[in-house]
């Protein structure tokens, strides 16, 4: 299983990104997915996570009202819509893949994981 994230970059304060991340291989559609991120000297973080069909989503309170995740199953393709970004948000993004089908905030539970999109939000 190969996770491939991409659309980072370089966004002013205040602008949006979408992050989109593919899955190959044969587990996508009957797992959860979650996006984690991991600033400069700082730990991997939660971000936001999906169940297996959609149903059901979990942010961290930080990104709650302005990232939204969603997916694509028959894309095997995950998505993180990014708006109102702030300063604090830079770091890289990483996409993964959860061990079962219930969602998840958990990085232990993850044992698939994309090699990051690096995002800058510039005040």
């Known amino acids: 299983v190969q996770l491939q994230a991409s659309g980072g970059g370089l966004v002013q304060a205040g602008g949006s990104l979408r992050l989109s991340c593919v899955a190959s291989?044969?587990?996508?559609?009957?797992?959860?997915m979650g996006w984690f991120r991991q600033a400069a000297g700082k730990e991997r973080e939660f971000v936001a996570a999906i169940n297996w069909n959609g149903g059901s989503t979990s942010y961290t309170d930080s990104v709650k009202g302005r990232f939204l995740i969603s997916r694509d199953n028959a894309k095997n393709t995950v998505y993180l819509q990014m708006n109102s970004l702030k300063p604090e948000d830079t770091a890289v993004y990483y996409c993964a893949a959860a061990r079962w089908a219930a969602i998840s905030r958990t990085p232990t539970d993850f044992n698939h994981w994309g090699q990051g999109t690096l995002v800058t939000v510039s005040s």
């Open positions: 291989g044969r587990i996508f559609s009957n797992n959860a």
